[in-house]
């Protein structure tokens, strides 16, 4: 209770702040809105339903794309750590992607899909692919020796060894990669919603982009806060799970 005390009274604290600087002027409004507005603006988009389907429509794209970027991260991880010729290949290609900001994927999806949603999948996946195909290959690299040798003397092999040794012992590694493809897969995604107009869902990305145009910045940082609240929400209700029980089973629980 006083930990929920303490983190709800700095909140509290802040949001004050924030106010009292926009009502004494050391901000304008018109570059940062105080926290009524927003507030305000959260409650007219809700009413109206617009925020609730920006929403979804953000969601289900990511969604997708996160899906398939998982999917094709994992084995393609896999394949780099099994096979020198793929560690000198696809790892490289894939350590030079990952460093690629995810709005530099764009350009080309506008000119390979057009205004589509194929586009906004593509970017996703892209967003996604590397980061877990990086960490898969670095948790397999990072099994120790003495679990492999010890799986083989009790007749392990090869499938087995994989599904049931490999694997298994890889999964800090291969959850913190999807963790991190989670996270990039929404910057790519807010990045093509805000850069790409299409007519079949307007989205988070998109409340944002008109926000900026239209200077209304209550509608702007109201939906940053709600990004932001999503990612949150993600991390507490997928993530941080999946994080507790692998502390657990390797006992490395604090």
Request: aromatic residues 12%; glycine residues 10%; positive net charge.
């Amino acid at each position: 209770m006083k930990r929920i005390a303490a983190v709800g009274g700095f909140f509290v604290v802040l949001i004050l702040v924030w106010e009292a600087l926009v009502r004494f002027g050391v901000w304008s409004p018109v570059l940062v809105p105080s926290p009524l507005s927003v507030v305000q603006y959260l409650v007219r988009a809700i009413a109206d339903g617009s925020l609730g389907q920006a929403v979804l429509v953000t969601m289900r794209r990511l969604l997708l794309g996160y899906v398939v970027g998982v999917a094709a991260g994992l084995p393609l991880g896999l394949l780099n750590a099994r096979f020198k010729f793929f560690q000198d290949t696809l790892g490289l290609i894939a350590l030079g992607l990952q460093t690629l900001p995810s709005i530099c994927w764009v350009p080309l999806a506008l000119l390979w899909f057009g205004q589509t949603e194929a586009a906004m999948l593509f970017v996703v996946i892209m967003g996604t692919l590397w980061s877990v195909l990086i960490a898969t290959d670095t948790g397999v690299r990072h099994v120790p020796p003495i679990y492999i040798r010890a799986a083989r003397t009790m007749g392990s092999r090869r499938l087995h060894t994989w599904t049931r040794v490999i694997l298994p012992a890889s999964l800090p590694f291969v959850v913190s990669g999807m963790k991190q493809g989670w996270a990039f897969a929404w910057r790519s995604l807010m990045a093509a919603e805000v850069y790409v107009t299409i007519l079949t869902g307007f989205g988070l990305g998109h409340l944002l982009h008109y926000g900026r145009e239209l200077h209304a910045m209550d509608q702007v940082v109201a939906v940053m806060l709600v990004i932001i609240a999503i990612g949150l929400l993600a991390d507490k209700a997928l993530f941080s799970p999946w994080e507790r029980f692998l502390h657990q089973r390797w006992g490395t629980a604090k």
